[in-house]
């Protein structure tokens, strides 16, 4: 490929230049965006991995997105990479939160989870313990058309009720590769 220097002289800015290439990647767009939430507060069984209850949807722009099951199915001919993310925010009815876990599943197997403690264990007077967290969770992953994503958590309190809050969220989209 030979590149020629262009003189500044002879660079006419009113000139007017035919192109007859190809541009690729223009205009292209990330597909598939879906996000969906909880519309209520869930309790939900200690110490147990526990699908997340996301059962409304804020857009879900292929129609793939099952707020009866809470997953997300890829759509036919649309296999690639995917960001996917989720937001659990669970507390605990007596302020002692010990540990949360969140996780994403592909047709029924985990592949990635994520972790967070309150870094005490103060189980006799609550000190140190927290009634609520908000824990984060992304990733890309490959995904074949007709795979289905699915958000779980666990969560581990020293008493009392695990619950689920409304606010959580799951979300995704095709990239564009």
């Known amino acids: 490929m030979a590149i020629t220097k262009i003189q500044s002289e002879s660079l006419n800015l009113a000139d007017t230049y035919d192109f007859t290439g190809t541009v690729t990647g223009a205009s292209e767009v990330n597909k598939n965006l879906f996000l969906a939430y909880n519309n209520s507060g869930d309790t939900i069984s200690q110490a147990t991995w526990t699908k997340v209850t996301i059962d409304t949807e804020v857009y879900d722009t292929a129609s793939a997105f099952d707020t009866s099951n809470y997953r997300f199915t890829v759509p036919s001919n649309e296999g690639g990479y995917y960001r996917i993310y989720g937001v659990v925010n669970g507390r605990n009815t007596n302020n002692r939160l010990r540990d ?20 005490w264990n103060n189980a006799d007077s609550g000190d140190g313990h927290f009634r609520g967290f908000s824990l984060t969770h992304s990733l890309v992953v490959n995904l074949s058309a007709g795979d289905y994503l699915e958000l779980y958590t666990y969560c581990t309190p020293s008493t009392g009720s695990v619950i689920i809050d409304e606010v959580s969220i799951f979300g995704g989209y095709k990239l564009i590769t």
């Open 100 to 119: 949360m876990q969140t996780a994403f599943y592909k047709n029924g197997s985990r592949i990635s989870a994520k972790y967070d403690f309150t870094g």
